[in-house]
């Protein structure tokens, strides 16, 4: 680490500069946006004018949220040695990838010099890569049988299972392909002496990947200065793989969790209860007077525990008794069913002649009875909505394979919503800037566009479910680097009036702003400027060209992600309604379709430059006018051409061949 | 929740398909349905339970009803294709050894 030089506040020289620029950068940008909503709007084309302001706004707000991440920016010192003897478990999360690869990296993992276990979680549950782990010495876990027609939770479900089947005080989570460090945990345990440190992240990092990064695989402005920034403010985030957390703080969430998700479910089911029972009633027809009788129990129950609950008794005391008292009822139903068979039985002429009615049929043993209570064979399950409504009345989850769940299952992306829900129970997270794993990056753009599309439908469950502006427990810095990272995944939108403005000045001649005056000019240059200072500044060198073109190219899978999510989380539609097509045919061409609307974006925004040529040499153009926009065209397609290189982008190995086949020829 | 898709064989024997859960609610509905196929005369009957997912206690004493019913009129109550959760509890309350299930419908008589 190099000698910091402080100011006399305690900051870094370059702490101090983030600092003004960001400073700058908001009163520019405010100076600039102000001006747009007061006084530029052109009303007159308000379908162009309006969109175009708002998603400027939404640009400007994206850099003032990146400008306070920046503000709080941090390099962490190295972490103290970790003191000796501290349990920690190596997972290492798999479902299909192959199985040299899963092997390597536990192999990997093993070899991790901190004293640890190593374990494979699979969720595939493959035979053959238990017996080759295990004869490797390494552990293989795979979910209990309580998953069995359960809701597996992806991820999330699979961490979940090994929790309760592990018991280090710290464990260290792996993709199958990122292969550890050795020293990863005597770099990062050392975080964990402050007692209130929940989880220390390492940037993931692709070794798969060339230079120029086609599929912008890489995110050195994320694993870098935005996590730096988040880690300033006490939001450094988890990120799925390469962290070590500490179990207490994942238990004490899932504990937390549940408790809240208990008293929630039971609150909900004594307020409906009432009508739930009234209704069960009075659908019952003639000849169900014994269940009506029954029902009239249950609902004397329900207001039992009522009482029970107002009188300030536990949870779990007046929930017990509840299904025990339900659990009588049902006792009762079946004995007198029983009774009234064993009366037929004996009253059958010639029953006993054809088979032997004896005792042992004539009572019915107590285990029999036991089990014909129970409540999935209760008779009182006749009433379907009753049924649901006692086992909501109970502190099992029985619809959950664990009724503890410390990793957070409402997004198909756990990482985020975990880490939130431990910040608003007051726990500390690190980010340690220090690559200590080599990833693998998906090396074509089907999936690339599939994982992009995950990570951005996950944040926007989140967004959905659980908005950081409305969670108890955050400060408002965290709230804010929370948003942060979920506005920029709106920014498709945004893109689609930065496609459409340009294209209908050259086509129409409609300009979305009054004039393009000096004023506009001196108003929005300032602040493009001072914003690609701030990024190189805060960059300082790493390549953040490819995240920007992607931010924008991406547009479609963004808009996606926000449609989708909002669908799966307010209409409760799947949110994968995408089927991977993997046929050899569609490997031998190059892949265009995948990223047709981007084609058609580009060849619009071509046809409209020449549209805006044609009209200048008739002489209706504005030179001025027409001279902007071609730029911004011309800007438009440079971040657009990032897909074309995606698409020919061979592979990682194809690309080293014919690399070294270029040297040859050379 | 239940339907009854009942038929009579060539050879006179009435089959009653409950499609459903034999429960509390619905055991009323079986006792009406043997009831109905007794006063038209027919008397051997077999419930065909392969679209049963599930009994209770008081789905049982429907199937008992039926048989001391069938057997008063003259005739029996067999059972055929039961699921799992109905062989299970057949077999803890030894009633299988009443009412011996058969694996199809055919076979009954």
Request: net charge neutral; charged share 20%; with cysteine.
């Amino acid at each position: 680490m190099t000698p910091r030089q402080l100011t006399p506040r305690g900051l870094t020289l370059r702490e101090l500069t983030i600092r003004l620029i960001v400073l700058a950068t908001a009163i520019l940008g405010l100076n600039y946006i102000i001006w747009r909503w007061m006084v530029s709007i052109n009303w007159d084309a308000w379908w162009i004018a309006v969109p175009l302001v708002l998603a400027e706004t939404y640009s400007l707000l994206d850099s003032l949220l990146f400008g306070v991440t920046m503000w709080r920016y941090r390099q962490r010192d190295t972490a103290p040695p970790p003191p000796a003897g501290l349990t920690v478990d190596v997972f290492i999360t798999t479902y299909n990838e192959p199985l040299d690869l899963v092997m390597g990296t536990a192999r990997a993992a093993r070899n991790i010099e901190y004293p640890h276990r190593t374990w494979i979680l699979d969720d595939g549950n493959r035979a053959e890569l238990r017996a080759i782990a295990e004869a490797e010495g390494i552990g293989w876990i795979t979910r209990s049988e309580d998953w069995a027609n359960r809701p597996r939770h992806a991820k999330a479900g699979n961490l979940n299972n090994a929790l309760l089947a592990t018991d280090g005080e710290f464990m260290l989570i792996l993709d199958a392909d990122q292969m550890p460090d050795p020293k990863i945990l005597d770099h990062t345990l050392g975080y964990f002496n402050d007692r209130k440190m929940a989880l220390v992240q390492t940037p993931q990092v692709f070794v798969n990947v060339p230079p120029n990064d086609p599929l912008g695989s890489q995110a050195p402005l994320f694993y870098g200065p935005i996590q730096q920034g988040k880690d300033g403010w006490n939001a450094a985030f988890f990120c799925g793989s390469n962290a070590i957390i500490r179990r207490e703080a994942l238990m004490q969430l899932g504990v937390m969790r549940y408790v809240s998700e208990t008293e929630l479910a039971l609150n909900k089911a004594l307020k409906t209860a009432d009508k739930v029972v009234a209704k069960a009633r009075r659908q019952l027809g003639p000849g169900q007077e014994r269940l009506a009788a029954a029902l009239n129990t249950v609902a004397a129950d329900l207001q039992q525990v009522r009482r029970e609950l107002s009188e300030g008794q536990a949870i779990a005391d007046v929930t017990y008794r509840f299904q025990e008292r339900v659990d009588a009822v049902a006792r009762n139903l079946v004995a007198e069913d029983f009774a009234a068979l064993h009366a037929e039985l004996n009253s059958i002429e010639g029953l006993s002649r054809t088979i032997d009615v004896d005792g042992s049929l004539a009572v019915v043993d107590d285990v029999a009875l036991e089990r014909l209570s129970q409540r999935d064979w209760s008779p009182l399950g006749a009433v379907e909505t009753v049924r649901v409504l006692i086992d909501s009345v109970n502190a099992e989850k029985a619809g959950e394979a664990q009724a503890v769940m410390p990793l957070a299952t409402i997004s198909v992306t756990e990482d985020m919503a975990t880490c939130m829900r431990l910040h608003s129970l007051g726990w500390e997270s690190a980010y340690h800037h220090e690559k200590l794993a080599d990833g693998l990056a998906p090396e074509d753009l089907d999936s690339m566009l599939t994982q992009r599309l995950r990570w951005a439908q996950g944040t926007m469950q989140v967004m959905f479910r659980e908005n950081p502006l409305l969670q108890k427990g955050l400060s408002v810095a965290q709230r804010l680097m929370y948003l942060a990272t979920m506005w920029s995944y709106l920014s498709g939108f945004a893109a689609v009036a930065y496609i459409a403005a340009p294209v209908i000045y050259l086509v129409l001649g409609i300009l979305p702003v009054q004039s393009l005056s000096n004023e506009f000019f001196l108003r929005l240059i300032p602040f493009l400027v001072i914003n690609q200072i701030l990024f190189m500044v805060v960059g300082r060198g790493v390549k953040t060209w490819r995240g920007q073109q992607y931010s924008l190219a991406l547009f479609p899978t963004w808009i996606k992600s926000v449609t989708s999510a909002f669908g799966n989380v307010f209409l409760g539609r799947d949110l994968d309604f995408r089927v991977t097509p993997k046929t050899l045919q569609e490997r031998n061409r190059l892949p265009w379709h995948l990223v047709r609307p981007q084609l058609i974006a580009m060849a619009v925004l071509i046809l409209a430059a020449v549209a805006g040529v044609i009209r200048l040499l008739l002489g209706q153009g504005d030179v001025l006018g027409s001279s902007v926009n071609f730029v911004w065209i011309a800007f438009d397609l440079l971040i657009f051409s990032v897909v074309i290189e995606a698409v020919r982008y061979p592979g990682y190995d194809a690309w080293l061949d014919s690399n070294k086949t270029k040297e040859v020829s050379r | 929740m239940i339907e009854f898709t009942n038929e009579t064989l060539a050879n006179g024997v009435g089959v009653i398909r409950p499609v459903g859960r034999l429960n509390m609610v619905s055991a009323p509905h079986l006792g009406a349905n043997i009831d109905a196929l007794i006063s038209d005369g027919t008397v051997r009957l077999v419930v065909d339970l392969a679209g049963t997912d599930f009994i209770d206690s008081s789905g049982l004493g429907a199937l008992i009803t039926g048989l001391k019913k069938t057997r008063q009129a003259g005739g029996d109550l067999r059972l055929a294709n039961p699921t799992a959760q109905i062989t299970a509890v057949l077999e803890m309350t030894n009633l299988n050894r009443v009412l011996q299930p058969v694996a199809s419908v055919d076979g009954a008589y």
